[in-house]
């Protein structure tokens, strides 16, 4: 029996405003705003929200003596397409080198590391 559900994953950065932008850019939605705290709705009824971390620093990715903290792997039907898609919106390539994978991966523009899957 499950103690409790899932409700939002929460990416710190520092601007909530621009990082919500960019979400809302690959995965859709509508954003819902308050002071330090931004709220996506995805479509299908998932949420990402976002909260503004003063002194935040970004993860490192890949790195032999710090964690990647967690990364969101987001599904695509072609890798190609939506690597353009998220390179305009603002993503930093980290790991897209081997085009024979069914992933890729990328940094958000806080440095928060995600996959883009056509798995």
């Known amino acids: 029996m499950a103690l409790a559900k899932l409700d939002v994953v929460v ?10 932008e960019f979400y809302a850019g690959v995965l859709g939605g509508t954003i819902t705003e308050e002071t330090d705290w931004i709220d996506l709705d995805v479509p299908g009824g998932r949420k990402l929200a976002f909260q503004a971390a003063p002194g935040y620093v970004p993860p490192r990715w890949p790195s032999p003596d710090g964690s990647q903290q967690f990364h969101l792997d987001l599904a695509v039907e072609d890798l190609d397409v939506a690597e353009k898609g998220v390179l305009e919106l603002g993503a930093t390539p980290l790991d897209t080198e ?11 523009p806080a440095g928060h590391p995600f996959c883009l899957c056509a798995c």
């Open 11 to 20: 990416l710190d950065c520092p601007d909530p405003r621009a990082l919500a």
């Open 98 to 108: 081997d085009r024979s994978r069914s992933f890729r991966v990328y940094a958000d």
